[in-house]
C-alpha cells in the first residue's frame, strides 16, 4: 500500500503489539520502522517505549503523524504522513 504525503492512512489490520513499515527513497534507500502498541494490561511495558514510530537500524525515532489503532474499524490510522511514499506490511 502506497500513501501520499500529508493524506490520512486507513490501512485494514488486525490488531497487534507492533507494527512494521518500509520506506523507499528515489536512490532505492530503504528504511524499516517499527510502530510498538501498548496496552494497559502489560506490566513489562513501559510507557516511553510505545506509540512511536522507530528507525530498525540505528533504535531513533522517526517523525510522523498520530498513529492510532480503530478497533470499530479494524484499521489503523495514520495522521499527516510525513515522508512522500510509504509502504505498510
Known amino acids: ?3 501520499l504525503r500529508r493524506f490520512t492512512a486507513y490501512i485494514p489490520l488486525p490488531l497487534h503489539d507492533t507494527y512494521r513499515r518500509v520506506r523507499t527513497k528515489w536512490k532505492n534507500q530503504i528504511f524499516e520502522h517499527i510502530l ?3 496496552s494497559s ?3 513489562d511495558v513501559k510507557a516511553e517505549n510505545c506509540e512511536f514510530w522507530m528507525n530498525v537500524k ?3 525515532t522517526v517523525e ?3 498513529t492510532v489503532y480503530n478497533p470499530f474499524l ?3 490510522i495514520v ?3 510525513q515522508k512522500k511514499m510509504t509502504e505498510f506490511i
Open 74 to 76: 479494524g484499521k489503523l
Open 58 to 60: 540505528n533504535n531513533k
Open 64 to 66: 510522523s503523524g498520530a
Open 41 to 43: 494490561e502489560g506490566d
Open 1 to 3: 500500500m502506497y500513501v
Open 79 to 81: 495522521e499527516n504522513l
Open 36 to 38: 510498538r502498541i501498548c
